[in-house]
T-cell receptor, first 112, second 113 residues
């Protein structure tokens, strides 16, 4: 099983739609969770951290389900500029790994 | 504007050349990283430095040689590369290793000819 699994997509949605991505992680000891956004041929940029109680930033809502080991990202009222690849990121305690683990990403294409 | 700066942004080199990639972070972070991203592929972690000490090396070929002279600067020295090494090389930094969010530079797009 991959440490971080994401549906690669693409998710093709019209402007104004609501879209949700899920991500599952395998390490039950993980404690830090993030969503990053990566535009084509650019660097990943931190979109938001994911907190146990869930958190919202404008049109974006992130949630964590520790029991099922998944995190989600909900985007409301999609904009054309939301088109990008969304990376699910977790830490890997107890593994000796010192860096965050990045998923392969879910590609979102918002269409006019 | 980014707190992590990489130079050069683009590099074309022959297989017999030697070149270096430079990364500088202005965030006061203690950890720095090199990642490789080939076309349409996920990020691959190469090296991790914590307070200038290399703490992780992910089976990277010896033709890639990192150097971290201080906590703000990171280099990746390249020599006798192969065409399959062509990729986007990304530097990142974080407050510490293990769990804090990482911030990336804009990357160096490397083409080996």
């Amino acid at each position: 099983r991959k440490e971080v699994e994401q549906d690669p997509g693409p998710f093709n949605v019209p402007e104004g739609a609501t879209v949700a991505f899920n991500c599952t992680y395998s390490n039950s000891a993980s404690q830090s969770f993030f969503w990053y956004r990566q535009d084509c041929r650019k660097e990943p940029k931190l979109l938001m951290s994911v907190y146990s109680s869930g958190n919202e930033d404008g049109r974006f809502t992130a949630q964590l389900n520790r029991a099922s080991q998944y995190i989600s990202l909900l985007i409301r009222d999609s904009k054309l500029s939301d088109s990008a690849t969304y990376l699910c990121v977790v830490n890997a305690p107890d593994t000796g790994r010192r860096a965050l683990t990045f998923g392969s990403g879910t590609r979102l294409q918002v269409q006019p | 504007e980014t707190g992590v700066t990489q130079t050069p942004r683009h590099l074309v080199m022959g297989m017999t050349n030697k070149k270096s990639l430079k990364c500088e972070q202005h965030l006061g972070h203690n950890a720095m990283y090199w990642y490789k991203q080939s076309a349409k592929k996920p990020l691959e972690l190469m090296f991790v430095y914590s307070l200038e000490e290399r703490v992780e090396n992910n089976s990277v070929p010896s033709r890639f040689s990192p150097e971290c002279p201080n906590s703000s600067h990171l280099f990746l020295h390249l020599h006798t590369l192969q065409p399959e090494d062509s990729a986007l090389y990304l530097c990142a930094s974080s407050q510490r290793t293990g769990g804090t969010e990482a911030f990336f530079g804009q990357g160096t797009r490397l083409t080996v000819v």
